[in-house]
Every structure is written in structure tokens, then in C-alpha cells.
């Protein structure tokens, strides 16, 4: 199946400072990327779909200015997780659809951010 | 009530058996059908993809579905202990980028 690549994996960050957490696609071209939320023992929570060459779309109830994102190329998404607090200590995941497959899902391995 | 419901487990099993995991669902829209598997600490894996009623098989795994009930299953044969995972039902109403509905995901363990 397609291949949709995170990066980094695991990232500790001070309080207070920004991570970026990148998603790429690597055998795809992707106009849409899906960015997820994941508390231990529970299941995905959609935060934004990311749109190239466009705004981002936010769910309801997910700060714009908090994590904000950039889907600048067609294989290449960002999350940027602005002024991190301990709260944002979490899995982010991201995904694709790939065209060539009737848009079929493909998710990132994850990336597993810890804010001390 | 959720779009789409699914027992969260954990489900326990030894080795060999056979597994049916399912999700019930509200909206008949949905006509794309997905099961991912997600291990701890890691993204999911698209497992078995299917469109409107029917069944598809791919080596152990068999997915049905059933518009006309709501219901779609995942059955596992001969299930081994590098099964135990989190099992992922997903679905959408069609092929457009439209984001994926998820159930919570059932949590298996396949004890040797």
C-alpha cells in the first residue's frame, strides 16, 4: 500500500516552546492530509484537514493559533504546536488518501510529542 | 447516540481461534467500509477496504458487510499473538476526500 511518513517519532519540548511534527507522502501526491489527536486507550480524534495551497479546515473546539498547519507542497503537511503546555502531551498521527486507490486512507506512524 | 459503535473490548482469545470483531453504524450513506489495526504506539494499518454489501477475504481476514443491517464485521482465522492489537472500523460516504468516521476500536488478545 502507499506510504505515508512521519517525522519525528518522538519529540520531548520544553513548556512554552513550538515543535513541528511533519507528515509527508511519499509515493503519492496528497492535496489533502488529515491531522489526528489520540489519548491513550482511546480512539482518533480529528483536529484539521489540511488543504494545499490552502487554509486548513479546524474541528469544532480545536485552537487555530495552537496548532497550526501548512500544507505547502502536495506530498508535505506540518503541525506546529505552538507554545506547548503538558496538556498537548500526546500521539499526533496524520493521514492521506491516495488517489490511485479510490482515496484510500493511509496513516503516518505517529509522532509521540511530550511537553516537560 | 454515535454514528458508529464498536465494543472497545478487550477481547481475549488463545491462539487459533477464530475472531469476529464488528461495528454497527446509523447514517446509509456510508458505502466505504475500512479496518485498520493499530499496535501500541503506533499509526494505523490500512488492513481490508470494502465497498457497499459483501464480503472480501485476503489471506486470514475476512471482511462482510451488511447495508440493509448496518453491520460490518472482521473475522480473523487461526488467530496468532502478533494479532493482539487495536482493531479500527472506519468508514466514509464516498470517494471524495471526505474525513473517515471511526469507531473506538476494539482492543484484542490472543494469548499463545
Known amino acids: 500500500g502507499a506510504v505515508v511518513s512521519q517525522h519525528p517519532s518522538r519529540v520531548i519540548c520544553k513548556s512554552g516552546t513550538s515543535v513541528k511534527i511533519e507528515c509527508r507522502s511519499l509515493d503519492f501526491q496528497a492535496t489533502t492530509m488529515f491531522w489526528y489527536r489520540q489519548f491513550p486507550k482511546q480512539s482518533l480524534m480529528l483536529m484539521a484537514t489540511s488543504n494545499e495551497g490552502s487554509k486548513a479546515t479546524y474541528e469544532q473546539g480545536v485552537e487555530k493559533d495552537k496548532f497550526l498547519i501548512n500544507h505547502a507542497s502536495l506530498t508535505l503537511s506540518t503541525l506546529t504546536v505552538t507554545s506547548a503546555h503538558p496538556e498537548d502531551s500526546s500521539f499526533y498521527i496524520c493521514?492521506?488518501?491516495?488517489?490511485?486507490?479510490?482515496?484510500?486512507?493511509?496513516f503516518g506512524e505517529g509522532s509521540w510529542l511530550t511537553v516537560v | 447516540q454515535k454514528e458508529v459503535e464498536q465494543d472497545p473490548g478487550p477481547l481475549s482469545v488463545p491462539e487459533g481461534a477464530i475472531v469476529s470483531l464488528n461495528c454497527t453504524y446509523s447514517?446509509?450513506?456510508?458505502?466505504?467500509f475500512m479496518w485498520y489495526r493499530q499496535y501500541s504506539r503506533k499509526g494505523p494499518e490500512l488492513l481490508m477496504y470494502t465497498y457497499s454489501s459483501g464480503n472480501k477475504e485476503d489471506g486470514r481476514f475476512t471482511a462482510q458487510v451488511d447495508k440493509s443491517s448496518k453491520y460490518i464485521s472482521l473475522f480473523i482465522r487461526d488467530s496468532q499473538p502478533s494479532d493482539s492489537a487495536t482493531y479500527l472500523c472506519a468508514m466514509r460516504a464516498n470517494t471524495g476526500f471526505q474525513k473517515l468516521v471511526f469507531g473506538t476500536g476494539t482492543r484484542l488478545l490472543v494469548s499463545p
Open positions: 493521514s492521506a488518501p491516495d488517489r490511485g486507490t479510490r482515496n484510500t486512507i493511509y
Open positions: 447514517n446509509s450513506a456510508f458505502q466505504y
